[in-house]
């Protein structure tokens, strides 16, 4: 492996079972409160991602950053993310200028051309799933669900989904558990985070290739500049771009 991709010092490796067992076991917890959620959700006359938004607020936030906040008041012996959280080198902010449009318009373009490949997997191979939790087309999911539970989905949605959960999952993924897996150089450190990162979404299998394509780029320019906060920008308008269009398209609906 040449140097050109190992960091200068390594920070404290963590073993591949463990890593993986870091990666995938809150999606494992997230997907369970979903999918025994998921229809008591529905059966209140709220949208079905109503119930992935309690499971950010109720499994996701405490688990991740709990478990963040662990460990830094263990090291620190305060409440403190220093030596847990890495990956924030400082860039100029040119660079976010550049990058971050970039990498929004490369996961504009993957899972937009990809959605159909989402579809046929879905209806092929994951059909076995429970019915209402199959991909919706267009606004379907919202059909009969009272403008009072959108107005609420939607607010709660930006801020659940849009911001605190992307940046919890930004400090756990690429700023914990990737650089401790850095010896396996930029790029393949960011392979294996993101096709995990993607398994954690048991929830929504068949958005696994569109998923690992999108953030392959991302997770990579993260290990290279040392510097989260490029994803943490990236993930937050994405979500949030992604809310607020499924809000128009549902108004227009």
């Known amino acids: 492996m040449s140097t050109s991709s190992q960091p200068a010092s390594l920070p404290a490796q963590m073993g591949l079972g463990r890593s993986v067992l870091m990666h995938i076991l809150p999606g494992a917890l997230i997907s369970l409160f979903y999918f025994l959620v998921g229809p008591l959700i529905i059966r209140a006359g709220y949208p079905r991602v109503a119930a992935l938004l309690l499971g950010i ?6 688990f ?3 478990l963040l906040l662990y460990l830094g008041r263990k090291r620190n012996h305060r409440t403190s993310l220093e030596g847990i959280v ?9 660079t976010y200028a550049l990058l971050v449009p970039a990498l929004l318009i490369w996961n504009a373009l ?3 051309l990809l959605s159909s490949v989402e579809g046929f997997l879905a209806s092929r191979i994951f059909s076995w799933m429970p019915l209402w939790s199959l991909p919706a087309s267009g606004t379907a999911q919202y059909a009969g669900v009272q403008q009072s539970a ?3 989905t939607f607010v709660v949605g930006i801020a659940l989904n849009g911001i605190a959960g992307p940046i919890v ?3 756990y993924f690429r700023g914990y558990l990737l650089p401790r897996i850095s010896r396996l150089g930029n790029l393949g450190a960011a392979a294996f985070n993101v096709f995990l990162f993607s ?3 048991f929830f929504s299998p068949w958005g696994n290739l569109p998923r690992i394509l999108a953030l392959l780029p991302l997770v990579y320019v993260v290990a290279r500049k040392r510097n989260i906060y490029l994803s943490i920008w990236t993930h937050c308008c994405l979500n949030t771009i992604g809310v607020l269009l499924t809000l128009a398209s549902t108004a227009g609906g």
Request: proline letters at 10%; charged letters at 20%.
């Open 57 to 62: 607020l109720l499994v996701l936030i405490p």
């Open 64 to 66: 991740e950053l709990g």
């Open 86 to 94: 890495l990956y924030r080198e400082p860039l100029p902010w040119r």
């Open 110 to 112: 993957c899972f937009g």
């Open 150 to 152: 959108l107005v609420t």
């Open 169 to 171: 999952e930004e400090l």
């Open 199 to 201: 398994l954690y979404h």
